[in-house]
């Protein structure tokens, strides 16, 4: 994610925290098959057999998953190709509007044939929305907002399908092949609109990575500002857990003699527990436990570290806080050390499974659900909020997505400094440290 304050991204991404990509193309008839009936059968199978087993929210998303299969296994075991075969594949998995959700097809298949256009699609009130065309891939504007400078059409099928968290992306396919899309204006008139990918090859895209800017932190005055863009170490620069656990840490401590801290969670997809718990110890009183699967959970345990935090806290959630992300909130909310400030956060909440099937395609999905007697399940709402603050169409509609993005974030952290007693005067210059 590029911006701390939403779900942003190219039409076409790599799956990660927060953000999902699953890859869905149209059937290439210049490709020749690589693979016989049988193995596709087996690569079908094995995926569905493992979400069967495993998938712990097929009743929460009303997803028959037998009659998924009747559906798609015919198409898919009699497809003529490789390309052909992966779409089908991609359509049953896409019945699973989950933020975990992705598949990749195998690399034989995509590297170096398929391609996908470089639109700028931001997900804004859990829908899809054009920000902005590729050059020369733009549609033809319905008359009535030919003056408008920011009609952001939404996405709402792709070759297709119902358009949705696990199927934003479900645009790459043979290179120089066509997209069939379907878009709603804002006055809810509907249009078909084809696009052509490109002739150069861009799959797979390149892994993402923070840089030296996944952690920023800072104080202004007596209030601390930590942003934590990942937990996931192989997002950082920064190596093995234990490294981003101490640069967790060594944030922490730079700031221990502040009144107040902001945890800015904003655009934090998640990552590893070993990385997050860690820090998150140091601002409990008492331990905090929680359980993951449907037999009787596998347990883990956050425990008090030293040196504790015991000033006031605030943490900052969006649009694009997902999984670990959240899970870092709502344990501070619950432990209560945090007032919740923001979007509403994506709703992944178990932990992550992976099918890799004979062909080396690669299906991840929530694999454990948490099951702490008690705690309130968020898979699909996402987390209480005690204060909310949404980046809403109409606002991108009316001022440009840029503009509203920044109005969302001047109103959620003067908030956070309402809430933390911090002087109106300080918000530019947490706003300074915010950008970074």
């Keep these: 994610m590029t911006n701390p304050s939403i779900c942003r991204r190219p039409l076409l991404s790599a799956a990660i925290t927060g953000c999902v990509a699953l890859i869905?193309?149209?059937?290439?008839?210049?490709s020749a098959a690589a693979e016989h009936p049988a193995s596709y059968a087996k690569t079908f199978d094995a995926h569905w057999e493992r979400l069967r087993d495993d998938y712990p929210y097929f009743e929460l998303?009303?997803?028959?998953?037998?009659?998924e299969r009747a559906e798609h296994r015919p198409?898919?075991?009699?497809?003529e190709n490789d390309t052909e075969f992966a779409w089908e594949l991609a359509r049953l998995i896409s019945a699973l509007p989950d933020p975990h959700v992705s598949f990749l097809p195998s690399m034989e298949t995509v590297i170096g044939k398929w391609s996908a256009?470089?639109?700028?699609?931001?997900?804004l009130e859990r829908r899809l929305f054009v920000m902005e065309w590729p050059e020369g891939g733009a549609p033809e504007v319905p008359s009535a907002f030919k003056d408008a400078a920011y009609a952001y059409p939404e996405i709402i099928k792709i070759s297709g399908e119902d358009a949705g968290i696990t199927t934003d992306i479900l645009v790459a396919g043979p290179v120089g092949t066509t997209l069939d899309l379907r878009l709603r204006w804002p006055d809810g008139t509907e249009q078909d609109h084809q696009m052509q990918r490109p002739e150069t090859p861009n799959l797979p895209p390149p892994k993402k990575h923070f840089g030296d800017k996944w952690l920023v932190s800072g104080k202004v005055g007596s209030i601390g500002y930590i942003h934590i863009k990942t937990f996931s170490p192989d997002m950082a620069t920064l190596g093995p857990d234990g490294k981003m656990t101490t640069m967790l840490r060594s944030a922490l401590a730079d700031l221990a003699d502040t009144d107040a801290i902001i945890i800015d969670l904003q655009g934090n997809g998640g990552g590893q527990v070993a990385a997050s718990d860690p820090f998150l110890g140091h601002f409990l009183k008492r331990s905090k436990s929680?359980?993951?699967?449907?037999?009787?959970?596998?347990?883990?345990?956050?425990?008090?570290?030293?040196?504790?935090?015991?000033g006031k806290m605030v943490a900052i959630v969006d649009e694009g806080s997902a999984s670990g992300g959240e899970w870092a909130a709502r344990i501070l909310r619950d432990a209560g050390r945090a007032t919740v400030v923001g979007g509403r956060t994506q709703g992944a909440e178990a932990a992550v499974h992976t099918s890799t099937g004979p062909d080396g395609s690669v299906v991840k999905f929530s694999g454990w659900p948490m099951v702490e007697p008690g705690v309130k399940p968020f898979q699909e709402v996402g987390i209480e909020v005690d204060h909310a603050i949404p980046l809403l169409i109409e606002d991108a509609r009316k001022l440009g997505i840029e503009a509203a993005m920044e109005q969302v974030q001047r109103a959620r952290m003067t908030k956070a400094m309402e809430i933390m007693g911090a002087p109106a005067s300080s918000l530019e210059e947490f706003l300074k440290l915010a950008k970074v």
């Design 61 to 67: 998303y009303g997803v028959d998953w037998d009659q």
């Design 75 to 79: 198409a898919a075991i009699a497809a």
């Design 290 to 310: 929680y359980r993951w699967g449907n037999s009787g959970g596998k347990r883990r345990v956050i425990r008090p570290q030293k040196p504790r935090y015991d």
């Design 24 to 30: 869905l193309a149209a059937a290439d008839p210049l």
């Design 117 to 123: 256009p470089d639109a700028d699609v931001r997900f």
